[in-house]
Antibody, heavy 118, light 108 residues
Framework: EEQLVESGGSLVQPGGSLGLSCTAS????????MHWVRQAPGKGLEWVAN????????DYADSVKGRFTISRDNAKKSLYLQMNSLRAEDTALYYC???????????WGQGTTVTVSS | ETVLTQSPGTLSLSPGERASLSCRAS???????LAWYQHKPGQAPRLLIY???SRATGIPDRFSGSGSETDFTLTISRLEPEDFAVYYC?????????FGQGTKLEIK
């Protein structure tokens, strides 16, 4: 079964840092683009960042550019999101997702919760 | 930046009825890099449609997608009880990738 499992979410103070991880199983991780998507409480889906198969290309939403860094380790079948200078508005459920056909996202994890509060 | 506007915000229908959900883009979405997702509370989003009109693996044929350039539609031909959820469109014809704000499909 193709599966993604996120971890690392927690409560963090404004201005703090946090790292998220996503571990893949059941498919060849290294051949897919990967994404982070988030959903703030009561809000819709918001794309955060993505990364090419070899890590050579990365793209970010304007709302996180300069603060968040996406990376991957294909040997460990893992995707990461390093989040710095966190703000209250970064509070959300963070999903990792696999790049699917025609730039869709076809496999999603269950998400990990990040709360930014003092 | 391509802004996706979904309408209506909420759609109230009964099982067995037909649902039509709209997604309008602020600029043309190239090569139909337009997808639709279903999202239920406590679950991961589920890919329904990619390339504007191709059903993802395992998606029932009551779900169909149509449209091009700036106007796209998700149609559910006969609603089943499990279809009541929030639906999102998403584009990646141009960076940054963006989602619509969602349409909530609720039981009437």
């Amino acid at each position: 079964e193709e599966q993604l499992v996120e971890s690392g979410g927690s409560l963090v103070q404004p201005g703090g840092s946090l790292g998220l991880s996503c571990t893949a199983s059941g498919f060849t991780f290294s051949v897919y683009w990967m994404h982070w998507v988030r959903q703030a409480p009561g809000k819709g889906l918001e794309w955060v960042a993505n990364i090419k198969q070899d890590g050579g290309e990365k793209d970010y939403a304007d709302s996180v550019k300069g603060r968040f860094t996406i990376s991957r380790d294909n040997a460990k079948k893992s995707l990461y999101l390093q989040m710095n200078s966190l703000r209250a508005e970064d509070t959300a459920l963070y999903y990792c997702a696999r790049g699917g056909p025609l730039r869709s996202m076809d496999v999603w994890g269950q998400g990990t919760t990040v709360t930014v509060s003092s | 930046e391509t802004v996706l506007t979904q309408s209506p915000g909420t759609l109230s229908l009964s099982p067995g009825e037909r649902a039509s959900l709209s997604c309008r883009a602020s600029q043309s979405v190239s090569s139909s890099f337009l997808a639709w997702y279903q999202h239920k509370p406590g679950q991961a989003p589920r890919l329904l449609i990619y390339g504007a009109s191709s059903r993802a693996t395992g998606i029932p044929d009551r779900f169909s997608g149509s449209g091009s350039e700036t106007d796209f539609t998700l149609t559910i031909s006969r609603l089943e009880p499990e279809d009541f959820a929030v639906y999102y469109c998403q584009q990646y014809g141009s960076s940054p990738l963006s989602f619509g704000q969602g349409t909530k499909l609720e039981i009437k």
